[in-house]
């Protein structure tokens, strides 16, 4: 199994920068792809970011040019730096990854529990 543990949300002003960190462990023998969602009060949970084992990265329209994913393979760890943020960014962020585990054959997808990001003055 493999767990993901979220780090990083908060409550920011608007304009101001948060970055979350999301650890996976467990019994990993690989992990494909890394990402973030969110889901806001009333909507449904999106993308937001998603990045390969290549490093090759994908955005949502609305923040490609304000967030930046990341991630380090050696540390299975994969970051969201947001920048810019503003009130329609306040949402729960769930890590997410694709990782193939010890003794099984193909990938499966983990979720994190959740980091609640809140912008407001």
């Known amino acids: 199994q493999v767990q993901l543990v979220e780090s990083g949300g908060g409550l920011v002003q608007p304009g101001g920068s948060l970055r979350l960190s999301c650890a996976a462990s467990?019994?990993?023998?690989?992990?494909?792809?890394m990402g973030w969602y969110r889901q806001a009060p009333g909507k449904s949970r999106e993308v937001v970011a998603r990045?390969?084992?290549?490093?090759?990265?994908k955005y949502a329209d609305s923040i490609k040019t304000r967030f930046t994913i990341s991630r380090d393979n050696e540390k299975n760890m994969v970051y969201l730096q947001m920048n810019i943020l503003n009130p329609e960014d306040t949402a729960v962020y769930y890590c997410?990854?694709?990782?193939?585990?010890?003794?099984?054959?193909?990938?499966?997808?983990?979720w994190g529990q959740g980091t609640q990001v809140t912008v407001s003055a």
């Open positions: 997410y990854v694709e990782a193939r585990s010890m003794g099984w054959t193909r990938y499966r997808s983990y």
């Open positions: 467990g019994s990993i023998f690989s992990i494909a792809f």
């Open positions: 990045i390969s084992s290549g490093g090759s990265t």
